[in-house]
T-cell receptor
Framework: KAGVTQTPRYLIKTRGQQVTLSCSPI?????VSWYQQTPGQGLQFLFEYFSETQRNKGNFPGRFSGRQFSNSRSEMNVSTLELGDSALYLCASSWGTGTSGALTDTQYFGPGTRLTVL | AQSVAQPEDQVNVAEGNPLTVKCTYS??????LFWYVQYPNRGLQFLLKYITGDNLVKGSYGFEAEFNKSQTSFHLKKPSALVSDSALYFC??????????FGKGTMLLVSP
């Protein structure tokens, strides 16, 4: 079974631009979560989508947004890029329907998109 | 609120020796705990998780973890370390709707 794929793998943008990252989950998985990884802040949760609905959101500004399509593929968008947005953006997929509100779901991660903002 | 702490930034161990990577948690309600590993320029790979039941959880690549409720710990262990185990290890707790709260990570270095 194919794993989680993310495109592109690397991106270089300048401040003020916007960027769209894409994530294709494992076949059958309906939940997609996004995380930002930086050396200073570590791994931080951005948001989660299930059946095209955002169910959960982390503490990030409104410049960070996402969406999910009917085939469970997801995109995240960052507008008005800042230098501090440079990070590895990780996408993870899971069934999304586990017990206790999916707290117990195992999430499977993609390789990430490395975003550099100049 | 929930949090996970990994008290060691780095753990050094010789190949063939047992290894332990420490994790403590603070969660309200039942803890759902995970271990992931990250190799350079790669995403996170799932190793194992604790949901309920046996306190000793066995996972991938010979790793296991011991859940200790009284000490609120979930340490990752392996009886015999390999050089190829050198990587960044993350402990995490499961939150609502497929959310993971991660520790800072512990770099494991296994010397030949």
């Amino acid at each position: 079974k194919a794993g989680v794929t993310q495109t592109p793998r690397y991106l270089i943008k300048t401040r003020g631009q916007q960027v769209t990252l894409s994530c294709s989950p494992i076949s059958g998985h309906r939940s997609v979560s996004w995380y930002q990884q930086t050396p200073g802040q570590g791994l931080q949760f951005l948001f989660e989508y299930f059946s095209e609905t955002q169910r959960n959101k982390g503490n990030f500004p409104g410049r960070f947004s996402g969406r999910q399509f009917s085939n469970s593929r997801s995109e995240m968008n960052v507008s008005t890029l800042e230098l501090g947005d440079s990070a590895l953006y990780l996408c993870a997929s899971s069934w999304g329907t586990g017990t206790s509100g999916a707290l117990t779901d195992t999430q499977y991660f993609g390789p990430g998109t490395r975003l550099t903002v100049l | 609120a929930q949090s996970v702490a990994q008290p060691e930034d780095q753990v050094n161990v010789a190949e063939g020796n047992p290894l332990t990577v420490k994790c403590t948690y603070s969660v309200s309600g039942n803890p759902y705990l995970f271990w992931y590993v990250q190799y350079p320029n790669r995403g996170l790979q799932f190793l194992l998780k604790y949901i309920t039941g046996d306190n000793l959880v066995k996972g991938s690549y010979g790793f296991e973890a011991e859940f200790n409720k009284s000490q609120t710990s979930f340490h990752l262990k392996k009886p015999s370390a390999l050089v190829s185990d050198s990587a960044l290890y993350f402990c995490a707790s499961g939150g609502g709707y497929s959310t993971l709260t991660f520790g800072k990570g512990t770099m494991l270095l296994v010397s030949p």
